[in-house]
């Protein structure tokens, strides 16, 4: 049995939640009571009525990024830093390991008319003096303070080269993030102006036209009136003059 | 085939941050739909989902499985909306952002919808908005969670941590007042369906 009061099981009822005898009593009393009926009905209607409620159909993306996920733009040094090294840097690298392992082995070269003889610091020289390499041809190999002097110098520029390779490197890379990221920025402001300014455009459109629409009712509102007093004259008018000729018909005495 | 909500879940809590961001995918709109009725505000709506999706993932593994994850989800943003109204002191705005609704029913509606058409639905749209401005926050939050999100009367309760008749009679209270203002407006059904 259902009571007009039990407004626990009528909202019950409006949602669906509601078990099946329960609802046939409802039924029931909604043939007989028109006031409740009325109220299910209006309830119904608020009901349609909330879902023209809609959120702004905003841009949302939200995402969770791990710290290591995050962009490397704070890396100074290139991933593969070597292979921005050039060429020539990389043989005179070559050439800096072969010397430094020559030096170290106190390795020798001499030409002599009877052709090259390398020997090592701790070899005993295959041609007994210095003097006659000197006299027969040119001596390669110089002397062991000589090639230290080389050696560092070739080393020197080596560290240079590859400090301001990195360094143009580090900054060509983060000028890239930043005008990525600028552009990014930018193309992002440009869309949401558009989209503002075509919004703005599509609530223009809908003020005028109904401003245009309560103007016209109220030219419209003006005319009938004006209408109206129209005929109202009109009809004055009529009678006035009917009454002139009843009265002009009228024998005088 | 499409994961469930609570395989990503599984998938998440073993670490893999790709699951959870399809989750956050998944419910991005729906948090931030319930946070703007609630609130009322786009901007606040906003941030309270990012952080509703930031405390889900950072609390993700004491995560237990016993509510559905969606329930779990509405609970967080709930406790931040409530916690936004109580900070600001303040009741909710519901005031319909500037330019934007005519174009989007526009396109909801489609050609064959007359201006007037729209007017009245843009029109309509506000009042509903205003009307849920007068509502305590109890009965507009019961109001958002049934209507727009299909809640059962059990998980409302739930999620408001009341008796099941408390959210009935919120329900009701809530859609009389709703009711009683759509009436003083004059925008009845028949109207706009002129």
Known sequence: MFRCDD????????????????????????????????????????????????????????????????????????????TAVPAWAQAAAAILVLAAGAGIANLRVTSTAEGFSVSTGWMTPAVSAPAVGEANGPRVAGTSDELKVQLAALEQKLREEIRSTREQDTRAAARTTVDEATIRRVQQLIAASEQRNERELAMRFVEFTRDMNMQRRADLQNIGRGMVNYEDQLQRQRQTINNLIRVSATPQP | MVATDEELVARSMDGDVDS????????????????????????????VA???????????????????????????????????????????????????????????????????DLVARHEMSRIVAAGMKLLPEEQRTAIVLKEYHGLTFQEIADLQGCPLSTVKTRLYQGLTVLRRHLESQGMTREEFKK
């Open chain 1, 7 to 82: 407004k626990q099981t009528l909202i019950s009822y409006v949602y669906g939640e509601i078990d099946h005898d329960t609802r046939q009593a409802v039924d029931a009393h909604l043939a007989s009571c028109h006031a409740c009926a009325a109220e299910v009905t209006a309830l119904g209607d608020v009901r349609s009525d909330i879902g023209l409620w809609v959120p702004p159909d905003v841009e949302l993306d939200f995402t969770i990024v791990k710290k290591s996920q995050l962009p490397a733009s704070n890396v100074l040094r290139p991933a593969r830093w070597w």
């Open chain 2, 20 to 47: 959870f961001n399809q989750l956050v995918l998944r419910w991005e709109r729906p948090i931030y739909a319930l946070a703007y009725r609630v609130i009322g505000r786009d901007e606040d709506a906003r941030d």
């Open chain 2, 50 to 116: 990012q952080e509703t999706f930031l405390r889900a993932f950072r609390a993700l593994p004491g995560f237990k499985g016993q509510a559905k994850f969606s329930s779990w989800l509405y609970r967080i943003a709930l406790n931040l909306c409530r916690d936004w109204i109580r900070r600001k002191k303040r009741t909710p705005v519901v005031d319909m952002p500037e330019g934007v609704d005519v174009a989007e029913l526009a396109a909801e509606q489609g050609p064959v919808e007359s201006i007037e």
